[in-house]
């Protein structure tokens, strides 16, 4: 036992001897910048964005009237999207709401570019009216 307590005592002092050893903490050298930060106002810069390409979406339709267009994607049937008809689009499906419509569950391929929500082109045969 008292062996021990010899042994503890050491290492007790041996550790009070170290941190009163230990050398301060300094804070880390920052190297100053080697070219001044100039801030006057200086011209934008451009970036050129390429325009983004229509694509077909194969989409199962949802609600169809002469003004918006809900269809339920074929591939993925929790994305819904709501269309509303470029002018090109507009004609045809007049003439589609003229001889009864699209139905809930025809299969559509809408002409669009992805992030708006307008149709450039649609195309699918209407079924036969209710």
């Given amino acids: 036992m008292k ?10 002092c041996a550790a009070v001897m170290l941190v009163i050893a230990a050398p301060p903490a300094r804070a ?4 100053p910048a080697r070219t001044p ?9 451009v970036v050129k964005q390429r325009p983004a390409k229509a694509v077909w979406l194969r989409a199962e339709v949802i609600h169809a009237d002469r003004n918006t267009l809900i269809v339920r994607e074929v591939g993925n049937e929790m994305a819904i999207h709501t269309f509303t008809f ?3 689009a507009k004609d045809k ?3 589609v709401q003229n001889e009864g419509g699209y139905q809930s569950g025809d299969h559509v391929k809408i002409l ?3 992030g708006s929500s307008e149709a450039l082109n649609i195309k699918g045969r209407p079924s036969k009216p209710i």
């Fill in 37 to 45: 930060i100039s801030t006057e106002p200086s011209a934008p810069i």
């Fill in 86 to 88: 470029a002018d090109r």
């Fill in 112 to 114: 669009w570019i992805p």
């Fill in 3 to 12: 062996n021990f307590n010899s042994i503890a005592g050491a290492f007790c």
């Fill in 28 to 31: 880390q050298l920052i190297e």
């Fill in 93 to 95: 499906i007049e003439q």
